[in-house]
């Protein structure tokens, strides 16, 4: 009955805005499971006519609260279904939303406040109402409060469900106001100010229209394959991060793919299983958990079922090979395929939750040899690239045509040019029109001719597929004027299952060193006689001399066919893990390096004094170059 409220959407607005496009796609599936939402232990649908009925009053009832078209509304929220609502309501209202990581500060809110001017927020909790005050520095934060968990109101704000019944009040004293709000929806509005994570100075607003993101969806779309019934996707990135929301959620929703909603990332094992999903979006770091969970229960498993894992992963990442490159597939290699697929890889796709065969990954680089894996093991893994001022994505690898160790092809309608200097710079419908209240730093980022500069350097392979080689103010300039790109071993590193990140340090110094927070589960499983000899204590396991050779050996292998001025001669080993709360992460887990170079200030200069650890061979050759 709410899908029919809905009249038919023009093609012209289906593809000038997501909001549009969505409701058109969940009236035209109104008995499908539109979102999963995990209830007392398992995933219940919500069908297509409820999610359209519940945005209609979302947006009715913003309408009736004073919001009105180009006002902004804050979105602090963990990934739920009310995020989704919220977002869709609060666009069809003509409202612009302002999402918040849920992670993120008081402080970090409180700029957002002052930066973005709201007129309304949404809230998941009493905890993310009581950060907001706080943030609002006994100010009011909006005029309208409103909490999803309804046991969470009072002291003027309302819960969603009174917002909504306001709304339906609203729908129904006006039978045409549905249609109205459908059609007043613009293109060229705003639909979002997103704050980037901040990892080379203060976040920054960043304005994209319903046109910036329904441009980049329709043209992300053609590159994977279509959606079949019954496909889920499990939410994974935070809803405020712009991938998450573009091809998680939009993306998804627009092809008819069904989006669960489990509890949080400590669940996440559990919801893969209960909502066996079909596609996944995440970023490297998800995949590389997964993987080394899998070596580890390799390197645990019998030696007969490690030597048929082993062989399983040297047939299919052959098999990989031959179908990157579109080689003919010789029957024999087929045959062997299928063998591993059903002894070992089902069962590695069964933690995955038995169904799982496109993933997009995205934020940093994935890596050659972990791609390879996944798709060696029949989950394809399509890396892409982009900046939250592209909507995000720039360029992605296609279902049918992808390239490991690459980003893919830019999207139809993005121009892509490398400038003299290596940064990438772009042009298209999905790059915004600047950021917000920053004329100054809006004009710095673009080109007399209107290219974005990302800031990032790279380059186009002959085939037209786009290769990052680093962030251009990642660079690192030795004092002797070399340039070191850290991407390349730090990728390496975080490759290998003994670590967990790595960090190289090196610009203004005469060499190159390295901060390599290490697995401690993988290093016990390793060295079990270290381990145990440690009693557990993962500070005292990193001091034993068997456990920094082993690293000092790994270094040394994976630089190899780096210049010599290029390779990391000492290193520190960290026990615990770079964090979020401690400044190191960003809430998209990418890597403040800032913050971690001043954290960890008085190792760095230990080891330019002698202290770390030698990576093996590297002093013996670099007392050869200075002597020659």
Known sequence: ????????????????????????????????????????????????????????????????AGIRPGDRVLLLSENRLEWALADLGTLLAGAADVPVYPTSLAPQVGEILRDSGPRAAFVSSREQLAKLREAAAGEAAADSLVVFDEDAGGGGARGLGDLRARGREALAADPGLAARLVSEVRPEALASIVYTS?????????????????????????????????????????????????????????????????????????????????????????FQKLADRVEESIRAAPLHRRALARAAFAVGRAWSRRVESGRRLPLSLRLARAVADALVFSRIRERLGGRLSLAISGGAPLGTELARLFHAAGVLVL?????????????????????????????DGVEVRIAADGEIEVRGPNVTEGYHGRPAE??????????????????????????????????????????????????RLRGDPLVSEAVLIGSGRNFATALVVANLDSVRSALPAASAAAGGDGEALLQRSEVRKLFSERIAALQRDQPRFARVRRFTLLARPFSEEAGELTPTQKVRRKAVAQRHARAIDAMYRGGGVEVAGEEREMDGAARS
């Open 198 to 286: 901040g990892t080379t100075g203060a976040p920054k607003g960043v304005r994209l229209t319903h046109r910036n993101f329904q441009a980049n969806i329709l043209a992300a779309l053609r590159r994977v394959p279509e959606a079949r019934e019954g496909e889920v996707a499990l939410s994974i990135l935070p809803l405020s991060h712009v991938l998450e929301r573009m091809a998680g959620f939009y993306g998804m929703l627009e092809r008819g793919v069904a989006v669960a909603y489990g509890d949080s990332v400590l669940s996440l094992a559990e919801d893969l299983r209960l909502a066996r999903p079909t596609v996944i979006a995440a970023v490297p770091r998800f």
């Open 442 to 491: 809006t004009a710095e980022a673009f080109t007399p001719d209107g290219f974005l500069r990302t800031g990032d350097v790279g380059y186009l392979d002959p085939d037209g597929f786009l290769v990052i080689t680093d962030r251009k103010k990642d660079l690192l300039v030795t004092s002797g004027g070399k340039k070191i790109v850290p991407a390349v071993l730090e990728g």
């Open 383 to 411: 890396e892409g690239y982009g900046l939250t001022e592209t909507s995000p994505v720039i360029a992605v690898n296609g279902h049918d045509r992808f390239r490991f160790g690459t980003v893919g092809r830019p999207l």
């Open 1 to 64: 009955m709410a899908a029919e409220l809905i009249p038919p959407v023009p093609a012209a607005a289906r593809e000038g805005s997501p909001v549009a496009a969505v409701l058109a796609a969940l009236a035209g599936r109104p008995g499908a499971a539109a979102f999963l939402v995990k209830r007392g232990g398992r995933f219940e649908p919500v069908s297509g006519a409820e999610a359209v009925a519940a945005v209609l009053e979302v947006a009715a009832g913003l309408r009736a």
